[in-house]
């Protein structure tokens, strides 16, 4: 896994919680203090979060990196060792 991926899905991941009404677009810019405009952008691909705003964001949501890679993977990670 790299950066990239991560940040697919860091914004996967927003996007679901999204769908499922747990979150607004309005909501999340408010919690981080950015625009509603940005973050819509991020969503649809047309922009990316800098590394401080997204560490805003997972700080506001309480989500951790580790939320976003499954177990297995850290488990094959580990056994390449």
Do not use: W
Request: hydrophobic share 40%; charged share 35%.
């Amino acid at each position: 896994m790299d950066f990239q991926e991560l940040g697919r899905r860091f914004v996967e991941h927003l996007k679901q919680r999204i769908r499922s009404g747990e979150l607004t677009e309005r909501r999340l810019a408010r919690m981080a203090g950015i625009s509603q405009p940005h973050v819509h952008n991020v969503l649809k691909g047309k922009r990316v979060f800098s590394p401080r705003m997204a560490d805003t964001i997972l700080r506001v949501l309480r989500v951790d990196l580790l939320d976003l890679i499954e177990p297995d993977e850290i488990a094959e990670h580990r056994a390449r060792r």
